[in-house]
């Protein structure tokens, strides 16, 4: 399987959640599942099933975190100098040369993407077009909204 990369954060807040799943939400769903079981007739149960599909559900995303730690490539940016160089974990603050309107981005892995948060995933448009360009350079990068000229005008390896 391939490497996925991630942040300290990403990684901590996967695990976070994995422990969540495991020692918090496993049980209540093996309880919830018991509870139902008491009631009769499984085939009719519908308490019983909403907690077998939830417990599918529970478990599933368990294989999945596990999955993506294992195969983790945790990408600590503080450690590294900084050159200037757009990398994954970098803050990336660009210019819209159309609108003058600045945009700061931190660019993450897939599970932490929050483009609320300003948070854009390593596969994104904007993301791969910013990957190895330096600061103070122009790119053109294909948006939603058709293609735009933007000027790193700073990255930071916080």
């Known amino acids: 399987m391939n490497k996925v990369p991630m942040t300290v954060v990403g990684a901590d807040q996967l695990r976070k959640e994995l422990d969540f ?10 309880e919830a599942i018991g509870t139902a079981r008491e ?14 599909e939830e417990q599918g559900i529970c478990e599933a995303r368990i294989r999945d975190i596990e999955g993506k730690l294992s195969n983790a490539q945790i990408i600590d940016v503080t450690k ?13 603050t660009i210019l819209n040369l159309d609108t003058d309107e600045e945009s ?17 995933s390593v596969t994104s448009p904007i993301a791969r077009g910013l990957i190895g360009k330096m ?11 058709g293609e735009t000229d933007f000027e790193i005008s700073a990255v930071e390896y916080i």
Request: hydrophobic share 35%; glycine share 10%.
């Open 21 to 30: 799943l495991k020692f918090d939400k496993r049980p209540k769903i093996t």
């Open 39 to 52: 009631l009769g007739d499984l085939k009719e149960n519908a308490e019983y099933h909403a907690a077998r």
């Open 80 to 92: 590294m100098e900084n050159t200037g160089k757009v990398i994954f974990g970098t803050t990336v």
């Open 104 to 120: 700061t981005y931190r660019i993450v892995g897939e599970d932490e993407a929050n483009i609320k948060a300003n948070l854009i």
């Open 135 to 145: 600061e103070g350079d122009e790119v053109m990068i294909s948006t939603p909204g």
